[in-house]
T-cell receptor, first 116, second 109 residues
Framework: IAGITQAPTSQILAAGRRMTLRCTQD?????MYWYRQDLGLGLRLIHY???????GKGEVPDGYSVSRANTDDFPLTLASAVPSQTSVYFC???????????????FGEGSRLTVL | GQNIDQPTEMTATEGAIVQINCTYQ??????LFWYQQHAGEAPTFLSY??LDGLEEKGRFSSFLSRSKGYSYLLLKELQMKDSASYLC??????????WGAGTKLIIKP
């Protein structure tokens, strides 16, 4: 049972470099999300997608972009990484978008990114 | 602004009962979630409350009072494996999830 797979699990990156975090789910969920988790703060939504072909901005979208070409994949790209983007990134999915959502979010295992 | 408050850290003894509180101030309310997160792992869903009252699920129960902006997670018969962070999240009127910073629960033998 795979659920949600993220890659890489960990990465050290020089500032200014471009980086794509990959996320794939095999549950055929319509909605997918990218969160970052920083010490002492709650999870913060970066971008989301309610269905394939659509994306939306979350609470902290600056410096990040996403695409949703199909149901299964939802990559997150940092065009030019900065040290403040050092964080743990979680991809998540749910059967439907958050409107009217009463079920659970399924999270990937996370990608720990360090930008030097 | 919107905020979720929960204690940063709690300590309890194996076999005992612990209550983790969560208070919230959000623009609207469409439900409250509790998640468990072991160190270095992904959050996993524990419970969902949208109406006032207590929801019981095995050793875990979650309570909600919408008028007080308050919830708690009650863990009974604590086991060492319950050592984890517990995240409270509220869905606001725009169906956005607002997350608390989490409560780290330490279980001692």
């Amino acid at each position: 049972i795979a659920g949600i797979t993220q890659a890489p699990t960990s990465q050290i990156l020089a500032a200014g470099r471009r980086m794509t975090l990959r996320c794939t789910q095999d549950m055929r969920h319509n909605a997918m999300y990218w969160y970052r988790q920083d010490l002492g703060l709650g999870l913060r939504l970066i971008h989301y997608s309610n269905t394939a072909g659509t994306t939306g901005k979350g609470e902290v979208p600056d410096g990040y972009s996403v695409s949703r070409a199909n149901t299964d994949d939802f990559p997150l790209t940092l065009a030019s990484a900065v040290p403040s983007q050092t964080s743990v990134y979680f991809c998540a999915s749910s059967e439907s978008g958050l409107a009217g959502h009463t079920g659970e979010l399924f999270f990937g295992e996370g990608s720990r990114l360090t930008v030097l | 602004g919107q905020n979720i408050d929960q204690p940063t850290e709690m300590t309890a003894t194996e076999g005992a009962i612990v209550q983790i509180n969560c208070t919230y101030q959000t623009s609207g309310f469409n439900g409250l979630f509790w998640y468990q997160q072991h160190a270095g792992e992904a959050p996993t869903f524990l419970s969902y409350n949208v109406l006032d009252g207590l929801e019981e699920k095995g050793r875990f129960s979650s309570f909600l009072s919408r008028s007080k902006g308050y919830s708690y997670l009650l863990l009974k018969e604590l086991q060492m494996k319950d050592s984890a962070s517990y995240l409270c999240a509220v869905m606001d009127s725009n169906y956005q999830l607002i997350w608390g910073a989490g409560t780290k629960l330490i279980i001692k033998p």
